[in-house]
């Protein structure tokens, strides 16, 4: 097999040490899995020749994209090839009339934002990490400002994919809604590798606000704070953003990103609209609903350089939370429940944490009613290790308890494995159903997303 | 078989002439198909005992909800069993904090914006027919407000369905986003009954908005109509409806709803904000665009009883063609490309018909570059049938060239069968390999959606 990647590819076939090891895990901790080579193709071609070469030996495939997963996604759990996609950049065209682009799988969120720039045009989709827009699509990610914009299932509006046998296919296309024949562009979407490997990607895009604000404003208490939310959300009132962040999770960021942020329950928000008078609307309806819900005061940012400074505080969370224990290792789960439920999980997750000992700062896409835990843990600790699984597996109970998924955004990969069954009862039979007729030889990022036999 | 469904369902299964005629046909004219008989469940049990009664004797099975599908997906063409939801109309639960709610599949649009009457909220999709929700999910509908709200796609949350085994599956959740497993939902959203029969479903409400207003207004010419319409989406106006109506469908507009628009290429506006301040932002920005494209004035609808004689001219466009050739039948057609070739397709579409000596009105979703055309047949004519059947497969080929879809928002059923290939190519074979995958026998509304070897 590597005689025949390597007259494929030259020298852009690795079986060094450190490059396999580069591309056994994601960002959060899960038992790593080496692959026994990883491959750089540049090309939905060479993609496809590279699945066929696997194909003919049985090779599992794993495509990896940034290493941002963060629920085991690229780990090569049962060896194979790793297929680096960082190789495939290329914007292969736009249309700002009709507010869309396609890309090469492996173009990261920020470089097609830079792409943008001038164009007055910008994709949302903003996870957080520097993702490639292919290992987004895989995971079906969103996050802060999905509750104006969608998710990456609402934002794709077609592929190229690499199909198990070497096949390629395009789904979806560039009319802007389609009733002809099923909606494989939302397969693809969130199927984490497990029936093909995204090459390029077509994807919405929005003119770019002509006003903006943002504003943090801390609250007496979490209760005020995910009423403000439901609130907000009931009214319809479009904010861009609104981030739930727990006093643990400030005093993180706070300490890193060198901020003065009051130690309180607090919404992070920001405001689109074509005009200043639109977002003012929005500002004034939102003001209202906090100060009823004891909102202690906002805090604006209206300049770019205030909102850079506000939403990288945000965003550094993570490295924020990894920052605060030298030496542990982060891992961060995600789930989402109805927003009525919200508060309620939330309050029930701190009183876990609390009478566990734990210290797990969290984070949420509140209008969604997604947040996160980041756990920090010695991963050579299995009595660590034990009691954070409990906690993580708890968690996903309370919110399926309360019709939510145990996952809102970060994916199944091999970290949530253990409670898809639960969520999806019969439908899981019908995924195993798909992913057989898609992948007989269940060589496409195997073992992840459907639990095996 | 008949004893079968007898003794389970009592009366409530009919083998007469005009109950099997009634369910052998949609509103659009394609060939008919009888069932051998049709039954009127009243539960998901129910369904799915049908479904298994069926699968034991080999019968297809043909799910049919108000009979409004225009391109043929409730014709028995195969017959077998015809199940008629219509039955099943219960609102099974409602969350007004989470905006969303659960029904069976059988409940009308119409019914369920009155149960939703006094409860401040909406459910927005709205294709014109009073079809049930369950058959507007499974043609994947969308209509005037898509261009806001999205399409059935965007907000149905999760369903059950009854496989082709009768076994019972429900998808997705009540999370609003969630990144666990295959997205079944969207899946079977747009299989037109060709994966399972949809029971009951969880759908996205939205508040109604606090402001409305609501205009008509006529262009010079249809490509500074579509040039408005461009430059609305680009500058992320969030109108709430723009339709775009042709001068023959004004003409026969005028003729049944007793209305006397001008004569012109004319867009049909509605706006929606949670204040007067917010509308009337939003209206003064198209105001301009639209004067620079040749605008000839707004005629504006502010109150309720306005905007409802303006909705109801617009959504009797399909009834007023058929009244205007009585004793022809209606085929209405759909495509939907992307909004920068709007203007072409339309002028060149008008172009092919004028060469043909045809009037075909047309009216559409402009917002999402999606129009119908409305032909008027004589049904037993094949010379007209051949003509018109030339005009519906030169409007397809255009939308294709154009980057567009056979169908926006009818779906594929008999009528679009013959471009599902070329618009789909390889990717053809996956939702072949799915369909085989859920329904090896065949059963499920066979011959729909994709075309037979």
Redesign the interface.
């Known amino acids: 097999m590597f005689d025949e990647l390597r007259t494929l590819l030259g020298d852009r076939v690795s079986v060094s040490d450190a490059v396999r090891e580069h591309h056994s895990h994601g960002e959060s901790w899960h038992a790593p899995g080496l692959p026994e080579a990883v491959v750089f193709p540049t090309s939905t071609d060479e993609v496809s020749a590279i699945v066929k070469i696997c194909a003919r030996h049985g090779k599992p495939i794993v495509p990896f994209g940034m290493g941002s997963s963060l629920e085991g996604h690229v780990n090569a759990i049962h060896g194979g090839v790793s297929i680096d996609l960082t190789r495939m950049t290329r914007v292969l065209r736009i249309?700002?009339?009709?507010?869309?682009i396609t890309v090469e799988a492996g173009l990261t969120r920020l470089r097609l934002d830079a792409h943008l720039k001038n164009t007055g045009l910008m994709f949302p989709i903003d996870p957080g990490a520097d993702a490639t827009i292919g290992g987004m699509a895989a995971?079906?990610?969103?996050g802060t400002t999905?509750v104006r914009y969608?998710?990456m299932?609402?934002n794709v509006l077609g592929m190229t994919v690499v199909?198990a046998d070497g096949?390629?296919?395009?789904?979806g296309?560039?009319?802007?809604?389609?009733?002809?024949?099923?909606?494989?562009t939302?397969?693809f979407?969130?199927?984490e590798g497990t029936?093909g490997v995204i090459t390029d990607l077509t994807l919405r895009l929005?003119?770019r606000?002509e006003a903006v604000r943002a504003a943090v404003c801390p609250f007496e208490s979490m209760a005020g704070a995910a009423a403000t939310v439901?609130q907000t959300?009931?009214?319809?009132?479009?904010v861009a953003r609104i981030e739930i962040v727990d006093e643990a999770q400030l005093r993180v960021v706070n300490a890193y990103s060198k901020t003065n942020y009051p130690i309180a329950p607090t919404l992070f928000f920001e405001f689109h609209?074509?005009?200043d008078?639109?977002v003012d609307?929005?500002i004034k309806?939102v003001e209202e609903i906090a100060r009823e819900q004891g909102a202690t005061g906002f805090q604006w940012a209206s300049t770019l350089e205030d909102r850079n400074t506000l939403w990288t505080a945000r965003h550094n969370a993570y490295y924020a939370t990894v920052a605060s224990r030298p030496g542990a290792r982060a891992w961060t789960t995600d789930i989402?429940?109805?927003?009525?439920h919200l508060a309620e999980c939330i309050l029930q997750t701190q009183a876990d944490l609390k009478a566990a000992g734990v210290v797990a700062p969290l984070v949420g896409h509140a209008g969604?009613?997604?947040f996160h835990l980041i756990f920090m843990l010695d991963a050579n600790d299995p009595k660590e290790f034990e009691q954070i699984s409990r906690l993580n597996e708890r968690l996903v109970e309370r919110?399926l308890k309360f019709?939510?998924?145990?996952?809102?955004?970060?994916?199944?990969g091999i970290g949530?494995l253990k409670?898809?069954a639960k969520?999806?009862?019969?439908?899981?039979?019908?995924?195993r159903?798909?992913k057989?007729?898609?992948d007989p030889d269940n060589l496409m990022n195997p073992g992840k997303?459907?639990p095996e036999p």
Chains 1, 2 share one sequence.
Not at 167 to 171: A, D, L, P
């Open positions: 249309s700002p009339e009709d507010l869309d995971t079906r990610a969103s999905a969608g998710t299932r609402d199909l096949q390629v296919i395009t789904t296309g560039r009319a802007r809604k389609s009733s002809s024949g099923y909606d494989l939302r397969l979407v969130g199927s029936l929005y003119g606000p439901i959300i009931q009214l319809g009132i479009p609209g074509i005009s008078v639109m609307e929005q309806a989402c429940v109805p927003i009525s969604d009613g997604n919110a019709g939510g998924t145990c996952s809102g955004e970060h994916g199944v949530k409670y898809s969520e999806h009862g019969a439908s899981l039979d019908v995924m159903s798909i057989r007729a898609l997303l459907i």
